[in-house]
């Protein structure tokens, strides 16, 4: 006779980046030994790639999650972590006064996390004649890039010539789809500090998933205000 099988909920979100409506369900225990395992390893990578998999597995249509921004990683993990193991997530921080660093219990309401807003992204303009369209990174984007490296000049570089979308002159557009990898490196590689800060700017105000909080500590009673952004904030 043949095993009885549990039913699952059903829930629906958005998806921010495109305004898309979803059904999922809670992810199960072989998608949580999914999640531990990529913790473990404490690898940034790997972590994005397992959370993108149990996204795709848990989110009932046939979705490439590799395309979706990470802000829509950021969000829909969050929504499948309220439906999974409950709206409260606990941290352990520590005070900010260096004479305390005592370590308080602290919990974060998933609801209170605002949808990330989707701003219109504009062309950098590199030049009085050279600019760049740019997209917002995916998931397949920062495969191999670690937050720490981002960082860096050469870190930035690696992803960088991957969210061209066209180099634009005076008269002419070109196709960053159309063009070998090595030359858009080039391209990169060939700015001054001025203009890869541009490139940086972009980079610093790509939307993410963000909560404004605190929490008084328990021991010296010390105010500390917390900005908890991105996907290592709030997976634990």
């Known amino acids: 006779m043949a095993l009885p099988k549990l039913n699952t909920s059903r829930h629906l979100t958005t998806i921010p980046s495109t305004g898309k409506e979803v059904e999922y369900r809670p992810y199960l225990v072989k998608e949580e030994k999914i999640l531990m395992m990529a913790l473990e390893t404490k690898d940034q990578s790997s972590i994005i790639r397992a959370v993108a998999q149990v996204i795709g597995d848990c989110i009932t249509e046939d979705i490439d999650t590799s395309k979706l921004a990470m802000f829509d990683i950021e969000y829909l993990f969050l929504q499948l972590r309220s439906k999974s193991s409950g709206e409260i997530i606990d941290l352990k921080l520590p005070c900010e006064v260096m004479e305390c660093k005592h370590v308080n219990n602290f919990s974060v309401d998933i609801a209170k996390i605002a949808v990330p807003v989707m ?8 030049t009085d004649q050279i600019g760049v369209s740019m997209r917002y990174p995916n998931v397949k984007d920062l495969e191999g890039i670690d937050s720490d490296e981002l960082a860096s000049v050469e870190g930035a570089s690696k992803l960088f010539h991957k969210l061209i979308l066209n180099i634009f002159e005076e008269d002419e557009i070109h196709n960053a789809a159309d063009e070998p990898a090595e030359d858009l490196r080039a391209f990169v590689d060939s700015l001054n500090s001025d203009q890869f800060g541009k490139l940086a700017s972009f980079l610093g105000e790509i939307p993410t998933v963000e909560l404004q ?24």
């Open 213 to 236: 909080t605190g929490f008084e500590c328990t021991k010296c009673k010390h105010e500390t205000k917390l900005s908890l952004k991105g996907l290592q904030s709030f997976f634990i």
């Open 119 to 126: 701003k219109k992204i504009e062309p950098i303009q590199l």
